[in-house]
């Protein structure tokens, strides 16, 4: 048995300090700690964080040999119990490592606790008992022995379970509802005082209840593969992010997108549809982190199926894993009745104009996009909207094409669904891999579709969502460029900042005309501009001299302003079609009520 004992009380330094016993060690007990957390993938070198290590046995200091840069060893008895101390500092707010101060703790197992080499498969304890006075524990981990505030000892059946269990502590807002008969949580920290609880409560179980329903039926017998589930949310002033979890996920978002308690209060889908725009961007949050309980956290790419926590662990299946559960995430905010079509169609569209805005689409596949996520996707700098493309929402777009596809296929039972779920029904709900998709997409929809997977997944060709979407009676609109995508640039601006550019997009009349990253744009001609739209009134299809700032430079180049959009279309508007034909609006009305 693996005990780890977490002090919380140094909140001033921001060190949790642990206590790692090792009841039987090995003569030569190899520790470490993981590089990388599954599910966010660039090694984020957690040992950087490690101090005042140090390993007892018998009463007396053992020496401690350095391995690598994340492991140690050291020679013992091999029989009597090995204690181990160390200090990992916490201040980072992110869903993926671990914070601590006077308000708040958090921390994912992957940065806090020391893997003991050969031990894996042992049970594993935290005690958490030592923190400040008024605070209380969340966690979805199984308690052993705790008490109403959740202080106390839980339990891991081994290691990857340990990890998979992100612990929050503080003086945080708790409610509780039930879907499908399992007892869910969400703990909310950082709120603001009129923050409505109860709103995102029924709303939260009304996704969870849909997505139960679409992975297991309607049958009261079914149930999903967790016998309870824990929403952590920590409220921020600015950050938007997810960590999936096997029966929780950690959620970092704005406190102004939580819902209020002075916004309207009925029950009806209506009012619901009437949510901010950053309150459906939660509930969206909300949706892809749960739809991972299935998508990543059972169904995995089979060298997912025992972690390798010292390296890279590489897969071409992100587009599937990421792309299709963010196809799903908006989706089941429309069917669960939180917004309406109208509001769906707009999110979609907005997915399928930043794609169409990324000229990385042309030179990288969603499948090497997956492959290369460890250097590309979570190190993004100024060439990135050139060089690569997202697995999240190309994947996104992926999904959308093969599940209009197979529900225009003619066999009428055809969609994305059906091949999910067959998916997790032929697998029994454990690790796939490419060939699995392909099977499924097979059966499910009649024919083979190494076409669609070869050139939608493998290649760069654009995919054929406008005849795709007219078929399903979705009106496509091309709206009219802006100035900075008729310019080929992204842009930073504001009244007292001015314009800087971020990035130049690859074979546009920036590019042409030799701005670079980090120019801030002072004038077009005779006119000073704070805002790039303001360089539209006198910037022509004839070159004009701009003035720019760079490295301490005023530097004058000449700058077109093209007619149209450079690469792609610009952005998109969906709407629902005002006479679509009998089968297209069937086919409507299909997709999305699923």
């Known amino acids: 048995m693996i005990l780890y004992r977490i002090d919380a009380t140094d909140t001033r330094a921001h060190l949790f300090r642990i206590t790692l016993t090792v009841a039987a060690p090995a003569v030569e007990q190899r520790l470490s700690l993981p590089v990388w957390i599954p599910g966010s993938y660039l ?9 005042t290590l140090s390993v007892r046995q018998g009463g007396r200091d053992l020496p401690l040999r350095q391995l690598d840069k994340a492991s140690w060893s050291a020679h013992t008895d091999g029989r009597s119990e090995l204690t181990v101390s160390y200090s990992v500092y ?7 490592a671990a914070f601590l101060d006077a308000q708040r703790g958090f921390f994912n197992g992957t940065g806090l606790l020391l893997k003991v080499h050969g031990a894996e498969d042992q049970v594993h304890r935290v005690e958490l008992s030592a923190m400040p006075d008024g605070w209380r524990v969340a966690t979805a981990m199984a308690p052993l022995d705790v008490d109403a505030d959740g202080r106390g000892t839980y339990q891991a059946a081994n290691y990857d379970e340990l990890v998979d269990h992100p612990v929050e502590l503080g003086q945080f807002w708790r409610g509780t509802f039930t879907a499908r008969g399992i007892p869910h949580a969400f703990v909310v920290a950082g709120a603001l005082p009129d923050f409505d609880g109860e709103r995102l409560l029924a709303d939260s179980a009304r996704i969870c209840e849909a997505q139960i329903a679409f992975w297991h039926g309607p049958a009261d017998t079914a149930t999903p593969p967790f016998d309870r589930y824990l929403f952590l949310l920590n409220a921020v002033e600015e950050g938007h992010g997810g960590l999936e979890h096997r029966a929780s996920t950690a959620l970092i978002a704005p406190r102004r997108d939580l819902p209020r308690r002075d916004a309207t209060k009925a029950d009806s889908p209506a009012d619901k549809i009437e949510a901010s725009d950053g309150y459906v961007n939660l509930l969206g949050l909300i949706s892809h982190e749960y739809f991972h309980a299935w998508n990543v956290k059972r169904l995995m790419p089979r060298n997912f199926e025992r972690y390798d926590y010292a390296h890279e662990n ?4 992100l587009w599937f894993f990421e792309g299709f559960t963010s196809y799903y995430d908006d989706l089941f905010l429309l069917r669960s009745g939180l917004i309406d079509d109208s509001r769906y169609l707009k999110l979609l569209a907005r997915t399928i104009s930043n794609v169409a805005a990324t000229p990385g689409r042309r030179v990288q596949s969603v499948a090497d996009a997956s492959f290369d996520a460890w250097v590309k996707y979570y190190r993004n700098d100024e060439n990135t909207p050139n060089a690569t493309i997202s697995y999240y ?11 209009l596809t197979l529900r225009g296929g003619g066999h009428g039972s055809g969609s994305l669904d059906a091949v999910l779920r067959r998916l997790w029904s032929t697998s029994g709900g454990g690790p796939i891999d490419e060939r699995d998709i392909a099977g499924a997409l097979e059966a499910v929809g009649g024919r083979s579709f190494a076409g669609e997977l070869a050139a939608w997944v493998h290649g760069t060709d654009e995919l054929p969502l406008r005849p795709l979407l007219e078929s399903a009676a979705v009106e496509w609109q091309a709206v009219p460029p802006t100035v900075a995508q008729r310019l080929g640039v992204r842009a930073s601006e504001s009244a007292l900042t001015g314009v800087k550019v971020t990035h130049v997009l690859r074979g546009g009349a920036a590019e042409a005309a030799g701005l670079a990253a980090g120019d801030e744009l002072l004038a077009v001609g005779d006119w000073r501009i704070r805002r790039l739209e303001e360089a539209q009134r006198v910037l022509t299809e004839v070159e004009t001299p701009v003035l720019v700032a760079r490295d301490q430079r005023i530097l004058s180049i000449r700058l077109a302003l093209p007619s149209g959009a450079g690469d792609g279309a610009g952005a998109v508007a969906l709407k629902p079609a005002a006479k679509p034909a009998a089968p297209a609006l069937a086919l409507y009305k299909a997709w999305l009520a699923g």
């Open 393 to 403: 929402a190309k994947g996104a777009l992926v999904a959308l094409a093969f599940d």
């Open 43 to 51: 090694v984020r070198e957690f040992a950087r964080h490690l101090s």
């Open 314 to 317: 590489y897969t071409d299946l």
């Open 90 to 96: 916490a201040f980072d707010t992110s869903v993926r």
